[in-house]
């Protein structure tokens, strides 16, 4: 029972390349999350996906996007980097959104650096 | 939406001593507030939560108090070690919907050995 997994672990991008972060949850969450994670900001939701087959946009949307694969898949997409978009970045999985006691599941985290 | 703010952002304690996290909400509707340790390096993890029937939980040297009246709640850690230098995170929601967990903005607790 690996939890949540998530890839790349580092990686070092140009300004303008793209790129997916995978993640895959083996817990049987309906909910799931990226976020991201910069110095004196905590932990800032970008996009989330309540349910397979819906995704909906978090607090800080803009330059992503998300594709819930499946129940177990949730990736982030970069279209066109930009240095702003350095940080690190967390998928997490819940049992279920909105419910009492929603303990979200974190990943290891993904370092990226947009130069 | 919810808004939670937390204090302080950073906190030093000599090893043995207590600390104390505070964070206040804005949604008298939240009902369910944990709190992450994110060791350097790692994965925030749940330490400990509350729900808004109850005043205080307490699990070994941590414990949570929760204040609904006044909207805060906070994070007391007792006899601390090295092992408890950390970021930690506190957080709320709301039980509707598609309501999500809304953070702090965390607190880095150094412990001075």
């Known amino acids: 029972n690996a939890g949540v997994t998530q890839t790349p672990k580092f990686q070092v991008l140009k300004t303008g390349q793209s790129m997916t972060l995978q993640c895959a949850q083996d817990m049987n969450h309906n909910s799931m999350y990226w976020y991201r994670q910069d110095p004196g900001m905590g932990l800032r939701l970008i996009y989330y996906s309540a349910s397979e087959g819906t995704t909906d946009k978090g607090e800080v949307p803009n330059g992503y996007n998300v594709s819930r694969l499946n129940k177990r898949e949730f990736s982030l997409r970069l279209e066109s980097a930009a240095p702003s978009q350095t940080s690190v970045y967390f998928c997490?999985?819940?049992?279920?959104?909105?419910?009492?006691?929603?303990?979200?599941?974190f990943g290891e985290g993904s370092w990226l650096t947009v130069v | 939406g919810e808004n939670v703010e937390q204090h302080p952002s950073t906190l030093s304690v000599q090893e043995g001593d207590s600390a104390v996290i505070k964070c206040t909400y804005s949604d008298s509707a939240s009902n369910y507030f944990p709190w992450y340790k994110q060791e350097l390096g790692k994965r925030p993890q749940l330490i400990i939560d509350i729900r808004s029937n109850v005043g205080e939980k307490k699990d070994q040297r941590i414990a949570v108090t929760l204040n609904k009246t006044a909207k805060h709640f906070s994070l007391h850690i007792t006899e601390t070690q090295p092992e408890d230098s950390a970021v930690y995170f506190c957080?709320?929601?709301?039980?509707?919907?598609?309501?999500?967990?809304?953070f702090g903005t965390g607190t880095r607790l150094t412990i001075i050995p």
């Open positions: 957080a709320a929601s709301r039980p509707f919907g598609n309501e999500k967990l809304t």
């Open positions: 997490a999985s819940s049992t279920q959104i909105g419910a009492s006691g929603n303990t979200i599941y």
